[in-house]
């Protein structure tokens, strides 16, 4: 069964960072592209970013630079790191992934950003 962890998220200062990590694990034939999405308390689920195999990445222009996501092919696993985090970034942050042809995604982590 293939599947996500996340880990990362918590609480986090206004002004301060996050750092967010997922691994994919499983049966895995394919491991297409990676990102993340996010879901703000009573809205609906958003783009964040997303990296191809070969690196190239996507970002949210909404974030205005604040954004860096990577990730390590051997270790099957996307990092997401959101710099000068404010209190509006507060949302449930989800990993996905195309695995083997179709998506998947992780459990989500509870991100909150305190004033």
């Known amino acids: 069964q293939v599947q996500l962890v996340e880990s990362g998220g918590g609480v986090v200062q206004a002004g301060g960072s996050l750092s967010l990590s997922c691994a994919a694990s499983?049966?895995?034939?394919?491991?297409?592209?990676m990102g993340w999405y996010r879901q703000p308390p009573g809205k609906e689920r958003e783009f964040v970013a997303m990296i191809t195999p070969d690196m190239g990445e996507k970002y949210d222009a909404a974030f205005k630079g604040r954004l860096t996501i990577t990730r390590d092919n051997f270790k099957r696993t996307v990092y997401l790191r959101v710099d000068n985090m404010r209190p509006e970034d507060t949302a449930v942050f989800y990993c996905y992934a195309h695995i083997n042809g179709g998506p998947i995604w992780g459990q989500g982590t509870q991100v909150t950003v305190s004033s």
């Open positions: 499983g049966n895995i034939f394919s491991l297409e592209s």
